[in-house]
């Protein structure tokens, strides 16, 4: 069984500001990692993923993450913030992503003028 | 580019009520899935179907019941509504061969 867990519930930034979003997962062997934006009362778009390769991988609209075995985590970053990147972010993981992901309970950015 | 509807966009049911709820995909993907969103309690799998006809159980599929009528369908049933019950249902579909999923806009559920 897969668990993934996001540390910060919420995270407040201003415009232009950089930004990491942590995600550590449990699991004893090779799994796919992923990235989701929610916003507002819409549903959940795909950034970006992980399975093998290169550890930095690069997503939309400036994201990129960072895979780290020996820490377990898959943080994502942003250089520069802008205000439509308020939203709700869900790492999520799967050792067989045909059954289903596992997410997070997500964080919320805020992004401030 | 295509889209994933879900009907309706808000359900107001009562105790104890059977409710449907629809979910229908344009993208000609073979997978498609349930979730169940809660307040605090991030995305939880309920049913999945990876073809016409197949069903396969999530970690929350006690109290539903799903039907995959055909490829671009996926229809899911609350059996027994629970009284003060709220939470946003999230449908989603993956191509063949990818990970990623595409989710449609949910459909909200409150129980009176």
């Known amino acids: 069984t897969q668990t993934v867990s996001q540390s910060d519930a919420h995270v407040t930034v201003f415009e232009g500001d950089s930004v990491e979003l942590r995600c550590n997962y449990s699991?004893?062997?090779?799994?796919?990692l992923s990235w989701y934006i929610q916003h507002h009362g819409r549903g959940l778009q795909f950034l970006l993923k992980?399975?093998?390769?290169?550890?930095v991988v690069q997503g939309v609209n400036g994201f990129e993450a960072e895979f780290s075995k020996s820490d377990s985590s898959f943080h994502l970053r942003k250089a520069s913030v802008h205000w439509s990147d308020s939203a709700v972010y869900f790492c999520?993981?799967?050792?067989?992503?045909?059954?289903?992901?596992?997410f997070g309970l997500g964080t919320r950015v805020s992004v401030f003028p | 580019g295509g889209i994933i509807t879900q009907t309706p966009k808000f359900l107001i049911g009562q105790e104890g009520q059977k409710l449907t709820l629809k979910c229908q995909q344009n993208?000609?993907?073979?997978?498609m899935y349930w979730y169940r969103q809660d307040s605090g309690k991030g995305l939880r799998l309920i049913y999945y179907s990876i073809t016409e006809n197949d069903l396969q159980k999530g970690d929350l599929s006690e109290g539903y019941d799903a039907s995959r009528e055909k490829k671009s369908s996926f229809s899911l049933t609350v059996t027994s509504a629970q009284k003060n019950e709220m939470a946003v249902f999230l449908c989603?579909?993956?191509?063949?061969?990818?990970?990623?999923?595409?989710f449609g806009p949910g459909t909200r559920l409150t129980v009176l």
């Open positions: 992980y399975y093998s390769g290169n550890p």
């Open positions: 989603a579909s993956r191509p063949r061969g990818r990970a990623e999923q595409f």
């Open positions: 699991y004893g062997g090779s799994i796919y």
């Open positions: 993208f000609n993907h073979d997978t």
């Open positions: 999520a993981v799967s050792a067989d992503y045909a059954q289903g992901l596992t």
